[in-house]
């Protein structure tokens, strides 16, 4: 009589979870997708119709609407960028600003994923955990940032230190919610298949639950890449001690001058350098995970 052994995987043999491929469907190579003429046009469109409003409001909205002179508070693209980008002094002081911006906005996106990411793992292994922690975080990302302004210079003075802290605090649900989110959203199946083989909740998590939040991750990564630039921006406007001037605070110095032109000038290159974050995250992720998760969604 014959008997025949079926070996059993062990937990730590368990790989990151497979799809079945149907037995008639070969693969197709994947081709690189193409821009439709809409996707060009509608951004470019839209862009000079932008343009022609700020032109219109230059010369005669503000005076229309609110009896102002728009030739001195609106200045045209064309002086913003004279006064910003040709002006020498504007254009050492801006660059200076975006580094500094810039080392505030990435340090404390960097804090924040790091701190944001490791609670979101222990929220979703602990019920008990989340259930007391979750409420908190719904408060913080409810606090308006002005409102707690005097207490934060009470406590960390000027400088850099509150920089960071402002933008830690504006950016830090989105990551905290979108982990927890895709670390939860896990196959049920898969988690059976896991709980059949008595994987220990280590592999569990490296395993099946990380693999699977990873697109909701750096969903949270693109959308707190933004908010840490304004966050950075926003407490250069109120912690403007030390020697280090970012973006907000030469904005600010032209404002208290009256001189209006570099002052748009600001305000357009925070838009770049949050802009700049934003398909900087992108690009990782499609980097990390594009194929597979694509792939995925045409499954």
């Known amino acids: 009589?014959?008997?025949?052994?079926?070996?059993?995987?062990?937990?730590?043999?368990?790989?990151?979870?497979?799809?079945?491929?149907?037995?008639?469907?070969?693969?197709?190579?994947?081709?690189?997708?193409?821009?439709?003429?809409?996707?060009?046009?509608?951004?470019?469109?839209?862009?000079?119709?932008?343009?022609?409003?700020?032109?219109?409001?230059?010369?005669w909205g503000l005076r229309f609407f609110f009896d102002k002179d728009g030739e001195r508070l609106i200045p045209t693209p064309l002086q913003v960028w004279d006064q910003t980008i040709m002006h020498p002094i504007a254009r050492r002081r801006y660059i200076e600003g975006i580094k500094w911006t810039g080392i505030v906005a990435f340090g404390g996106l960097a804090i924040t994923i790091v701190i944001g990411c490791s609670l979101a793992?222990?929220?979703?292994?602990?019920?008990?955990?989340?259930?007391?922690?979750?409420?908190?975080?719904?408060?913080?990302?409810?606090?308006?940032?002005?409102?707690?302004?005097?207490?934060?210079?009470?406590?960390?003075?000027?400088?850099?230190?509150?920089?960071?802290?402002?933008c830690i605090m504006i950016a830090f649900f989105p990551?905290?919610?979108?982990?927890?989110?895709?670390?939860?959203?896990?196959?049920?199946?898969?988690?059976?298949?896991?709980?059949?083989?008595?994987?220990?909740?280590?592999?569990?998590?490296?395993?099946?639950?990380?693999?699977?939040?990873?697109?909701?991750?750096?969903?949270?990564?693109?959308?707190?890449?933004?908010?840490?630039?304004?966050?950075?921006?926003?407490?250069?406007?109120?912690?403007?001690?030390?020697?280090k001037p970012g973006v907000g605070i030469v904005m600010d110095i032209y404002r208290v001058k009256g001189i209006y032109a570099p002052l748009y000038g600001g305000v357009i290159i925070a838009c770049l350098l949050g802009i700049f974050t934003f398909l900087l995250f992108g690009w990782i992720q499609r980097l990390v995970i594009g194929k597979w998760y694509e792939a995925g969604k045409r499954n």
């Open 1 to 59: 009589m014959n008997t025949t052994t079926t070996s059993v995987a062990g937990p730590d043999e368990i790989e990151a979870p497979l799809v079945a491929p149907a037995s008639d469907e070969i693969a197709e190579p994947r081709t690189p997708r193409r821009l439709r003429k809409s996707q060009i046009i509608a951004p470019v469109a839209l862009l000079f119709i932008f343009i022609a409003l700020w032109y219109m409001m230059h010369y």
């Open 121 to 166: 793992v222990m929220m979703s292994q602990a019920k008990w955990m989340e259930s007391a922690v979750y409420p908190y975080l719904v408060a913080l990302q409810a606090i308006p940032v002005l409102a707690v302004i005097p207490l934060i210079y009470s406590v960390f003075g000027g400088g850099l230190t509150p920089r960071f802290f402002v």
């Open 175 to 243: 990551i905290v919610t979108n982990t927890l989110f895709g670390l939860n959203s896990a196959d049920p199946g898969q988690h059976d298949l896991f709980t059949l083989r008595n994987a220990s909740r280590r592999t569990r998590l490296m395993k099946l639950q990380f693999p699977s939040a990873l697109p909701y991750i750096f969903t949270g990564f693109r959308i707190s890449a933004g908010l840490s630039v304004i966050g950075a921006v926003v407490g250069e406007q109120f912690f403007r001690a030390g020697s």
